[in-house]
Antibody, heavy 122, light 113 residues
Framework: QVRLVQSGAEVKKPGASVTVSCKTS????????IHWVRQVPGQRLEWMGW????????KYSQKFQDRLSITRDISANTAYMELSGLRSEDTAIYYC???????????????WGQGTLVTVSS | DFVMTQSPDSLAVSLGERATINCKSS????????????LAWYQQKPGQPPKLLIY???TRASGVPDRFSGSGSGTDFALTISSLQAEDVALYFC?????????FGQGTKLELK
């Protein structure tokens, strides 16, 4: 069964950076893209970006372009999301999720990691 | 960005009854050359991540019960649960993946009447 297991909750001060990891198992890591989506309490899901795990190509939402970095470690079957310049509005649950199909094309996403709560507070 | 608008925001349905959730896109998500609608539906229960129910507007994801069905094309879509079960109480989202960034509806909360 495909699994995506994320790192634990984080509390950060405004202006800091946070890195969330997403360790995958039970499939060929390099064959599928990994997406990052966040859910601010009371707001709709928000797509942040994705990485093609095979070649490391990334695409980011314009909203996060300047402060988001998505990377991967093939040897560890793990993807990472780093968000810098944190502000209170970035308090949210951050999810990684695998692309449904093994091509870097527009697609639905499933399954999802369990989510990581990032709290930004002074 | 594509704006996805769901209706209603919340819905109360009795066990065994039909539930229908609507989703409207600000622009067509139909890719004509493939005749595919780039539209998905997700279910989210409290404290859990979203789970894919439907993709390509009407294809059920693996393991999804056949009481869930998706319909529509272009800009107007619907998710129907033919006979509501207690375990279907959840938040439901539509998502378009035609444009970048992929965008989601605001969610519809489905409750038991």
């Amino acid at each position: 069964q495909v699994r995506l297991v994320q790192s634990g909750a984080e509390v950060k001060k405004p202006g800091a950076s946070v890195t969330v990891s997403c360790k995958t198992s039970e499939y060929i890591f390099t064959a599928y893209p990994i997406h990052w989506v966040r859910q601010v309490p009371g707001q709709r899901l928000e797509w942040m970006g994705w990485i093609t795990a095979g070649n490391g190509n990334t695409k980011y939402s314009q909203k996060f372009q300047d402060r988001l970095s998505i990377t991967r470690d093939i040897s560890a079957n793990t993807a990472y999301m780093e968000l810098s310049g944190l502000r209170s509005e970035d308090t949210a649950i951050y999810y990684c999720a695998r692309g449904l199909v093994s091509t870097p094309t527009p697609q639905a996403i499933d399954p999802w990691g369990q989510g990581t709560l990032v709290t930004v507070s002074s | 960005d594509f704006v996805m608008t769901q209706s209603p925001d919340s819905l109360a349905v009795s066990l065994g009854e039909r539930a229908t959730i609507n989703c409207k896109s600000s622009r067509s998500v139909l890719y004509n050359s493939q005749n595919k609608n780039y539209l998905a539906w997700y279910q989210q229960k409290p404290g859990q991540p979203p789970k894919l129910l439907i993709y390509w507007a009407s294809t059920r994801a693996s393991g999804v019960p056949d009481r869930f069905s998706g319909s529509g094309s272009g800009t107007d879509f619907a998710l129907t649960i033919s006979s509501l079960q207690a375990e279907d109480v959840a938040l439901y989202f539509c998502q378009q993946y035609y444009g970048t960034p992929p965008t989601f509806g605001q969610g519809t909360k489905l409750e038991l009447k």
